[in-house]
């Protein structure tokens, strides 16, 4: 189990302990935060680091309470010792662990919080009981604070509304106005977030925080150059927003060794059936094998294993995940849906971006096939030649379509250095990129 301690650096980390009324910041401004899922929890992705974040660099004079749920999500079992318990991380931040069948948990959570005035609820999630009970006690009078912030962490995305869109949209006909009256603000993750935000709920007062989440200062050494299959690997929840289908769809459409890698938990049963027939289908030279849940300690490690990271996600409003894949020096091959897919695409020499084309493997054309000198590399080299304009040839990375006629397969296309790229000449990948010039430089 992870020891919830602060962020390295700074060097002031130091593990859980017990609250106690001495130890409570005194005065100050009061924040109350819900969370459906919090540390040493790891399923719930990465609200679970931007909380983790946002506790770590609080201002001395904040003193929050974050109340979360005492497992992880989905998990039958509890926390060990953590269960009920209201445990200090530093001066100015503790989190309550709340089972929310026993009663004996809510009557000490409730003393707690009424303790001293709440300046500030801060909900993260629109969905969540954890957000809906809160806002509620604050209706009903139970809960006296003094505003209220939510942070719908991408569930008001187009992609997400689409997943169980009738019941969404009815909860939030009747939930909005509720929210309204209550002069609740929002909280976005950026500008694209804030857009979405506004068309769901046109009356919102929206503010912009961008995520920010704790990498390592010394990016990973280069990995060395592999002559075997090439190494890709998905690491994420394994729900349709993720789009892990068309993940497999399209390696089963490439023409050479391909061994890929899923590591993460299964959110969607169903979803994850689908996934598994996929596989039971693959082409012989397609080696696809499900690795289990990771823990947030070890994602950057195992980023550092693989020659790419294949994310087609639907929609991220930050995609914690795409950092640690930078930051572990592993290629990003993504959809355009994340606030990181512009810089994917201009940065051209090591990570990649093409348009996505929503559920079409065939169109989300981002795996090289073909020759295997047009495989790229970790370090960003292969051996023997440059390419043309001037750029090591390791440094192009070949666009094909993974299904159709052999015209269609052809090496269509290359993403080099910026100052020496080349546009994508498919026709066909042409009409499923109308913005390639823009995505691919």
């Avoid at 993460?264 to 689908?274: F, L, M, S």
């Avoid at 192009?396 to 015209?407: L, V």
Wanted: with cysteine; proline share 8%; glycine share 8%.
């Amino acid at each position: 189990m992870n020891e919830l301690v602060r962020t390295q650096p700074p060097e002031t980390a130091g593990a859980l302990r017990s609250t106690s009324r001495s130890a409570a910041v005194a005065g100050g401004y009061r924040v109350v935060a819900t969370a459906g899922v919090f540390e040493p929890g790891f399923r719930g992705g990465g609200p679970i680091r931007s909380l983790r974040y946002i506790l770590d660099t609080l201002p001395d004079d904040l003193d929050v309470t974050l109340v979360t749920r005492d497992r992880d999500l989905r998990s039958p079992v509890s926390y060990p010792g953590l269960s009920g318990r209201l445990l200090r991380r530093d001066p100015r931040s503790a989190v309550f662990y709340l089972d929310p069948f026993a009663l004996r948990h809510w009557a000490r959570l409730l003393r707690h919080v009424r303790s001293r005035p709440v300046d500030l609820l801060y909900v993260n999630s629109l969905w969540s009981p954890f957000s809906v009970v809160a806002i509620l006690a604050v209706a009903l009078g139970v809960l006296r604070a003094g505003a209220i912030l939510l942070a719908p962490r991408g569930e008001l995305a187009p992609a997400a509304l689409g997943i169980r869109s009738r019941k969404k949209r009815l909860f939030l006909s009747v939930w909005a106005p509720l929210l309204r009256r209550l002069d609740v603000r929002w909280q976005a993750c950026s500008r694209r977030e804030e857009e979405q935000i506004r068309a769901a709920v046109p009356w919102a007062q929206v503010m912009v925080n961008g995520n920010e989440c704790a990498v390592p200062e010394v990016p990973a050494p280069p990995a060395e150059p592999s002559d075997g299959p090439l190494r890709l690997v998905f690491i994420g929840r394994i729900s349709p927003m993720k789009n892990l289908v068309t993940a497999l769809e399209a390696v089963a459409g490439t023409t050479r060794p391909i061994e890929f890698d899923i590591f993460g938990p299964v959110e969607d049963e169903q979803y994850w059936a689908r996934c598994r027939r996929i596989v039971e289908s693959m082409p012989g030279h397609v080696r696809v094998a499900y690795r289990g849940e990771l823990p947030t300690a070890q994602v950057l490690e195992t980023f550092g294993r693989y020659d790419a990271f294949l994310f087609p996600t639907l929609g991220e409003n930050y995609g914690h995940v795409i950092v640690e894949s930078m930051a572990a020096g592993c290629p990003v091959v993504c959809s355009d849906e994340t606030p990181f897919s512009e810089q994917i695409a201009e940065a051209g020499e090591r990570w990649y971006a093409l348009r996505r084309q929503p559920r079409s493997a065939r169109c989300w054309t981002g795996w090289p096939t073909g020759r295997s000198e047009n495989v790229p590399r970790r370090n960003g080299q292969r051996p023997g030649g440059t390419g043309s304009g001037g750029s090591r040839a390791g440094n192009s990375m070949c666009w094909s379509m993974p299904g159709g006629s052999a015209a269609d397969r052809r090496p269509c296309g290359s993403v080099t250095r910026a100052g020496s790229a080349r546009y994508l000449r498919c026709p066909v990948v042409r009409a499923c990129l109308p913005d390639a010039a823009h995505f691919v430089r």
